[in-house]
């Protein structure tokens, strides 16, 4: 683990950090005289991307004990180096985060469908933790649990790092009972409700996950028909597990592909920054009993499907 950050955060992220590798006797790439400058290791341990002459230019590259690090600086095994990333322009996701609730332990927000949980990739600033963080003064404020960035609804969060175990615990027992909602075709010869039983495999770098044939049952979805509107099925999903998307694999897999899904049944060219056809697939109620106090807690969210497209969020608030 590095020593403790010399750089504040910036927008509710910790600064980046890197370490150069310890002395080695058997590899020469980690003695002083491997290279030229501190500068010269960093322009070849960064991404393309980095421009690390321009960052030492600017003093935005920092050691362990706060110093800037210039441009002639020597190569050191094990030295720890910090900085803050270049962002790119994120347009605004539209839609509000509405909070449900917030105590000392948990906050519970509603969030917009295209809004990231977590920074990541692409979207960083326009994420729930970063905007959270900073909206709410809380920067300790992380997730307790997946949401992908085209679902809506309730995300659980823990206030400061104190309280993650507890509440990551019941969420790895599946003592959380989550309850999503979803808007997809009807099948008049499909009989409901149905329990889908199989294995999800979702590989890096591949867009859509795979269910594997055979192989021992890691998913479990409870499928019902709870409505109907305008010619479309409200279904009522009932996770078992917490496969990587799990609710559109199964029911792409029924013949009754959610709508609005970009990914199933076929990977579809969207830009990452269209917000114009949201996914129609609502994380709508978790119940589950306190950890920490054995209070029974439900919470349940503010939106409906159809899910439409929202005015960009108020600056001064993110509740509503």
């Given at each position: 683990m590095p020593p403790r950050s010399p750089l504040p955060p910036r927008h509710g992220l910790g600064a980046a950090w890197v370490r150069t590798p310890d002395r080695d006797r058997t590899r020469p790439e980690t003695w002083p005289d491997a290279w030229p400058s501190l500068a010269a290791w960093l322009r070849a341990r960064l991404p393309e991307v980095v421009d690390v002459d321009a960052m030492v230019a600017d003093g935005r590259f920092v050691t362990e004990d706060g110093r800037v690090v210039g441009a002639a600086d020597p190569y050191r095994p094990h030295a720890f180096v910090w900085f803050h990333r270049d962002l790119r322009p994120e347009p605004e996701v539209p839609g509000r985060i509405h909070v449900v609730h917030r105590d000392e332990r948990l906050v519970v927000v509603d969030k917009p469908p295209f809004l990231s949980s977590i920074p990541r990739g692409r979207h960083v600033l326009q994420s729930v933790v970063v905007r959270l963080r900073t909206e709410l003064d809380l920067p300790e404020l992380s997730p307790l649990h997946r949401l992908?960035?085209?679902?809506?609804?309730?995300?659980?969060?823990?206030?400061?790092?104190?309280?993650?175990?507890?509440?990551?615990?019941?969420?790895?027992?599946?003592?959380?009972?989550?309850?999503?909602?979803?808007?997809?075709?009807?099948?008049?010869?499909?009989?409901?409700?149905?329990?889908?039983?199989?294995?999800?495999?979702?590989?890096?770098?591949?867009?859509?996950?795979?269910?594997?044939?055979?192989?021992?049952?890691?998913?479990?979805?409870?499928?019902?028909?709870?409505?109907?509107?305008?010619?479309?099925?409200?279904?009522?999903?009932?996770?078992?597990?917490?496969?990587?998307?799990?609710?559109?694999?199964?029911?792409?897999?029924?013949?009754?592909?959610?709508?609005?899904?970009?990914?199933?049944?076929?990977?579809?060219?969207?830009?990452?920054?269209?917000?114009?056809?949201?996914?129609?697939?609502?994380?709508?109620?978790?119940?589950?009993?306190?950890?920490?106090?054995?209070?029974?807690?439900?919470?349940?969210?503010?939106?409906?499907?159809?899910?439409?497209?929202?005015?960009?969020?108020?600056?001064?608030?993110?509740?509503?």
């Open positions: 992908d960035r085209v679902t809506s609804g309730l995300l659980m969060l823990a206030t400061e790092q104190r309280w993650r175990g507890a509440y990551q615990t019941a969420f790895e027992r599946r003592a959380v009972t989550k309850t999503y909602r979803a808007l997809a075709p009807l099948r008049p010869d499909l009989d409901l409700p149905v329990v889908v039983r199989n294995h999800i495999r979702k590989d890096r770098g591949d867009w859509q996950a795979q269910v594997v044939p055979d192989a021992p049952v890691n998913a479990e979805t409870l499928v019902e028909l709870e409505d109907e509107v305008d010619g479309l099925g409200v279904y009522r999903l009932s996770p078992r597990t917490g496969r990587t998307h799990q609710l559109r694999l199964h029911l792409h897999g029924l013949g009754i592909p959610i709508v609005g899904d970009p990914l199933y049944p076929r990977v579809r060219d969207v830009d990452v920054d269209d917000f114009a056809e949201p996914l129609q697939l609502l994380a709508a109620d978790l119940a589950f009993t306190d950890p920490v106090d054995g209070v029974e807690r439900e919470f349940r969210s503010v939106r409906t499907l159809p899910l439409r497209v929202e005015d960009p969020p108020a600056r001064d608030t993110v509740g509503g």
